[in-house]
């Protein structure tokens, strides 16, 4: 299977998806044959001189008069000369001619243009000359770090998921990137009949392999090659996309992350969250590979969505990442999907590596019917089956034998085996975390050394007897496996001497030509043009093991079961040396694996390589500015690109972190664009840090803002935009504003605090003032001016604990509601704090109030006291329902 053919980029091959181009769309008539062949024509004419559509607009521009004038003329060897100009009556750009006058007349008259066909007249000459640009759609535009995740917009690869590599453009000059994507393979035969009698006959060296040169590919180093003008690494593909096409992503599918989770690229970056994981409070979950906290099993607490707690009993409660959580989920289990492609199916849990799980609907006969994430399912409480039906359910067991043994596993299931020899038992392995199914001679009751067979220490009854009983004596009679299949052999007499071939079958045979007894099926190792090769059958003694020389027998020894397989005794062997042509081995130099991720170390390390980045930006453009070249003077030296990292290098994995994602192979334009209008050539960093939205302790918290200038200006609108500080992969943190189908991440320039200044029960962050109050969510409790004049409003405010119906921790501080915003939060969240949490703290807040007071001049003890009371109460409640029901 051949990866589909692509055009290669400037400088590194790169591939520009042919799918990408900008295609004229031409309206086709169907009932006149011949318009489609004036358009095919004139299309073709208009890619040989595209400066013809050019001289047709400026001669008519020209002559355009004025409102109300009289329309412009065209000569007739205007119009005959250019033929494009029917093409524009039928698609509309002009108006059609008067039934006076027609373009084979001395002089065409042109009806006065409309000014919204004059703009498509105006943009479809652009585009005949090859400058047309995308019109601005309004989307905001970024640079793309890289590592960052995204997701093809066009073209093949539609859809597809890809990871940023590092910035790069085309042969035309088109900014764009290198990305890391998942090669799709070409279609096998081409569907259209029509193409098939247009293509032409197969070349006749197809059939002689030894005057065709196949395409083999080249390779550079480790798990690195190109393949037919491609580049390949660690198995997925390097290619081109322009910057338009790409949309950023924060999530992937469990499936895209397998495919990229072995790349050493990949691996330095936090993998986004697959978007159908599910979770509830009070469920069992596994933390890995989260150091912070102990590893182990943990009762779930969720508080909200950025808030997951893990109660460990003996080791407390910890606070862990998402990503490290995985549900518990065993076999046996019923369990309905509540996420993903599945989601709404349920089912029983018949098999599990890992992670995924194989689950069988209710009353389905196919065994498995869906694969899915134990992270997207939920236990139910349903019972599937009977479990008194099968033998030794959930009896634990010691495996003995089998590339499974010593481990401990458990039984959910009992089948015969195919030849009603045995009893074959599906099992699950705690320490693996899998399914497995084994025979009953391969394992043990736990706790004993010796074999003990499960139908003598547990009996079954004689229903159940009847059912699973097997006949042992069969097993003496089995041949057992073939033995030898897929060995490459080497024949050394009868009619293909001399050729290798590969093991199919064996059998025995009464013929008296061998003295070995055994007749070997082989399949030749030829090329042929129909794809297959023919089975040919050849006695034991004719083939020895290729590489070695050595009868099969004693290359591959055979187990006891296999006996049936033995040459006859009279057969005496002999080792066989093949004249071939040694093989050279070129050893690679292959670097130790790398331990951990260090991630803040790695954060930190990329901190300050940005910063040192801006830094040599601001004293390059300061330089400019101030360097003026006068007639006479030196001209100011061109400052050399940077070295570029290769992709090929062997150290590429090592340096990972030289690269800069504003490099690019062509000069940055010298224009600056304006605040929160979309770019693809600005050459601007990320989000600078010194912005108060950008505080790393208001992470993931939806804040209201105001947005100034650009698409999604807030000025004219009622109210403002929820606004979340996002961590993005390369460390910095960006302002993401989401719609329903959209995320756009905007520019700190053009970010502003909410217009009106909270007031009410609403939920708030604190963003400002004393830098230990900063990242908490408060309510507030009453509001109060520090001086007479009523300049400043300053705020009473008790700290929750969370977002949702959390109730306050009895922390209490004072306020400016300048350094307060407003968090996003539902209208049944707001109705239960007015209604439940705040009035009997704001009864107990108003006998000592002081409407007009300094801050600090109010001791909150008893309302810190009135506050404890109340989560006891709340906390007596909830006890007492719960025992209730």
């Known amino acids: 299977m051949v990866p589909e053919d692509e055009s290669s980029s400037s400088g590194e091959d790169v591939n520009v998806d042919e799918h990408e181009e900008d295609n004229e769309e031409t309206e086709r008539d169907t009932l006149e044959e011949s318009r489609s062949e004036t358009l095919r024509s004139t299309t073709h004419r ?116 890809a990871q940023i590599l590092r910035r790069s453009s085309a042969k035309t000059g088109e900014e764009g990137y290198l990305v890391l994507i998942v090669p799709r393979i070409a279609p096998l035969w081409v569907l259209d009949s029509k193409k098939h009698k247009r293509g032409g006959r197969f070349d006749a060296r197809l059939f002689n392999p030894d005057e065709y040169d196949l395409e083999v590919p080249e390779g550079h180093v480790h798990r690195q090659f190109s393949f037919q003008g491609k580049k390949y690494s660690h198995g997925l593909l390097i290619k081109f ?117 194989a689950i069988s609907r209710k009353s389905s006969r196919k065994g498995i019917d869906m694969h899915v994430d134990a992270n997207s399912c939920k236990r139910s409480s349903r019972a599937a089956f009977h479990h008194s039906t099968i033998p030794w ?64 220490a547990h009996p079954l009854d004689p229903i159940l007897h009847k059912q699973y009983h097997i006949d042992r004596t069969i097993r003496a009679m089995q041949s057992g496996k073939v033995p030898w299949l897929g060995i490459e052999v080497g024949i050394m007499r009868g009619p293909f001497k001399g050729s290798r071939a590969f093991v199919r079958d064996v059998n025995r045979t009464s013929n008296e030509s061998t003295v070995s007894g055994l007749e070997i099926t082989v399949e030749r190792k030829v090329f ?54 040694p093989l050279m081995f070129q050893p690679l130099a292959l670097k130790e694996r790398p331990g951990p991720v260090d991630w803040e170390q790695l954060l930190k390390e990329t901190e300050e390589e940005l910063a040192k ?8 453009e300061e330089y400019e500015r101030n360097t003026v070249i006068c007639r006479g003077d030196t001209p100011e030296p061109i400052r050399e690109p940077g070295p570029v990292v290769d992709i090929w290098d062997p150290f590429f994995d090592d340096e990972w972190d030289d690269l800069d994602m504003y490099r690019c192979s062509s000069p940055a334009p010298n224009n600056t664009p304006p605040a929160c209008e979309a770019s693809t050539s600005s050459q601007s960093l990320p989000s600078s840090p010194d912005h108060w939205l950008f505080d790393r302790r208001l992470l993931n918290i939806p ?63 604190v963003v400002g003032g004393n830098d230990e109050h ?30 949702g119906n959390a109730q306050f921790t009895g922390e209490i501080f004072e306020l400016s509601t300048k ?59 909830t006890l007492s329902s719960n025992a209730v029901m």
């Open 819 to 877: 350094h307060l915003e407003l968090v996003e939060e539902t209208p049944q969240d707001r109705a239960w704090a007015k209604l439940t949490l705040l009035p009997r703290v704001q009864a107990a807040a108003r006998k000592q109030r002081r409407p007009i007071r300094q801050l600090g001049e109010v001791n909150y003890a008893t309302l810190t006291q009135e506050i404890q009371q109340q989560n006891q109460d709340v906390a007596a409640i």
């Open 46 to 161: 208009r890619q040989q001189s595209p400066h013809l559509f050019q001289s047709v607009y400026d001669k008519y521009t020209s002559s355009r008069p004025a409102a109300g004038g009289e329309s412009p003329q065209i000569d007739a060897e205007t119009s005959s000369s250019h033929s494009v100009i029917p093409v524009l009556h039928r698609h509309g750009l002009i108006d059609p001619p008067s039934t006076g006058n027609s373009i084979d007349n001395a002089r065409v008259q042109f009806s006065s243009i409309s000014h919204i066909r004059g703009q498509h007249l105006n943009q479809w000459v652009k585009w005949s000359k090859g400058v047309a640009k995308a019109p601005d759609s309004g989307f905001e535009r970024r640079p793309l770090a890289p590592g960052e995740w995204v997701v093809v917009g066009r073209g093949t690869y539609v859809g597809d998921p």
């Open 393 to 456: 359910y959930n009896v634990e067991i010691t495996i003995i034998r089998g590339m499974y043994s010593p481990r401990a596993a458990v039984v959910k299931d009992v089948k015969r085996g195919r030849y009603n020899d045995c009893l074959v038992l599906s099992v699950y392995i705690p320490e693996l975390e899998c399914s497995a199914e084994v025979e009953d001679m391969n394992f043990t009751l736990k706790g004993f050394t010796s074999f003990t067979p499960l139908w003598e």
């Open 703 to 765: 804040i209201l803002v105001d947005i100034k200038g650009g698409p999604h200006d807030t000025s004219r609108k009622k109210t403002g935009v929820f606004v979340k500080p996002t961590l993005s992969p390369i460390g910095t943190v960006v302002a993401r504003y989401s719609t329903r189908t959209e995320n756009f991440d905007l520019p700190h320039s053009c970010i502003a605090k909410y217009r009106k200044r909270p007031n009410g029960e609403n939920l708030m962050i």
């Open 241 to 357: 996309f322009r910057t338009s096409t790409l949309k950023p992503i924060h999530c992937i599918s469990s499936r895209t992350r397998i495919f990229f989770q072995k790349h050493p690229f990949s691996t330095k970056f936090p993998f986004p969250l697959p978007d159908f994981w599910y979770f509830e409070s009070d469920e069992l979950v596994d933390v890995v590979d989260d150091p912070s906290v102990p590893n182990g099993r943990g009762i779930l607490q969720i508080a909200d969505e950025t808030n997951y707690t893990v109660d460990f009993a003996d080791a407390g409660t910890h606070r862990v990442e998402k990503t490290s959580l995985r549900k518990i989920v065993v076999l046996g289990d019923y369990v309905e999907v509540r996420g993903g492609r599945y989601a709404g199916a349920e089912g029983l849990v018949v098999a599990k590596h890992g992670s995924v799980l």
């Open 613 to 620: 980045q801006l830094k040599e930006m601001e004293e390059m």
């Open 774 to 803: 900063i990242g908490n969510l408060v309510r507030v409790i009453e509001f109060f001016h520090s001086d007479k004049a009523k300049t400043e409003i300053c705020a009473v405010c008790g700290v929750v604990s969370g977002r």
């Open 528 to 581: 042929t043009g129909n794809g297959s090769n023919r089975l040919e059958k050849v006695y034991y003694d004719q083939v020895r093991e290729w590489r070695t020389g050595k009868p099969l027998f004693q290359y591959r020894e055979l187990t006891r079961q296999q006996e049936f397989y033995l040459p006859d005794e009279k057969f005496e062997p002999t080792v066989v040396t093949f004249q071939r042509p």
